[in-house]
């Protein structure tokens, strides 16, 4: 299976090994992995904050770029969801500001073959034991646009709870958003600092020392918010922990 990396603008600014991790695995797991240089921003941040008309040129250089793998795979929930949730939204949108159907054909090739990670390592390549080993005591986030813009449900658990040497805890108030939201962090940043300790204290309860989540945007806040507070706690993409082995560990 011929499969692209969408690394997303914050994997490539701040998190490289978050990508490195995603190609060591799925290399691992029999794909062919390839890095299309020509890659730029999906247009979520453009989208998001109202500049809907200014995200439509990115969305297209997106299916450009992309349209021709098996499939598009990517360590960002929110990033996925903004293709296979709101690039459909944005080619209706211009159908029915009479631009016609050119944004929606263009768009169509990308979304239903965009994946992030660990919907295309369980629904995709069916698998949930990927051969990691990880000896610590991690809890999950389950992020927003994970959560309730893609529905990854218990994919992510599955995954982890299948990782040698692995011991999964329960995070309380799982569900619960940790605040950063992208530019509600900056808008709204009492409300977001409140809400990212809270979803700090709950994992340090836990007794784990890692928090791990499929999303490094959210891992960004709640890192910082763990700096903060001076947890011993840290958090790891999901990518990390899966992509370590016993003879190559990482995270």
Do not use: W
Not at 28 to 43: E, H, K
Not at 167 to 190: I, M, Q, R
Request: charged share 20%.
């Amino acid at each position: 299976m011929r499969v692209a990396l969408f690394l997303t603008c914050v994997n490539d600014t701040l998190y490289p090994d978050t990508g490195r991790a995603v190609v060591k695995l799925l290399t691992r797991l029999g794909c062919q992995v390839d890095f299309p240089m020509a890659q730029t921003c999906c247009g979520q941040a453009h989208y998001n904050t109202g500049y809907r008309h200014e995200a439509e040129p990115l969305a297209r250089h997106f299916s450009d770029v992309f349209r021709d793998y098996d499939a598009i795979v990517t360590p960002s929930g929110s990033c996925g969801a903004m293709v296979r949730e709101l690039y459909p939204r944005m080619g209706e949108r211009a159908r029915a500001e009479g631009r016609g159907d050119g944004l929606a054909t263009a768009l169509a090739p990308v979304v239903p073959k965009t994946y992030e990670l660990t919907e295309f390592l369980v629904d995709v390549l069916k698998v949930t034991d990927v051969g990691a080993y990880y000896p610590h005591k991690v809890t999950y986030h389950p992020t927003c646009h994970g959560l309730r813009g893609l529905g990854l449900g218990d994919r992510p658990h599955r995954l982890l709870q299948a990782v040698k040497g692995l011991e999964l805890v329960e995070l309380p108030g799982a569900e619960e958003c940790c605040g950063f939201g992208g530019t509600f962090a900056l808008k709204n940043s009492d409300v977001s600092a409140a809400m990212g300790a809270d979803k700090v204290r709950n994992a340090e309860s836990t007794g784990a020392e890692v928090l791990c989540a499929a999303d490094n945007s959210c891992l960004m806040h709640i890192g910082g918010t763990m700096g903060r507070l001076r947890t011993a706690m840290r958090p790891v993409h999901i990518a990390e922990i899966l992509a370590s082995t016993e003879e190559e560990p990482l995270a």
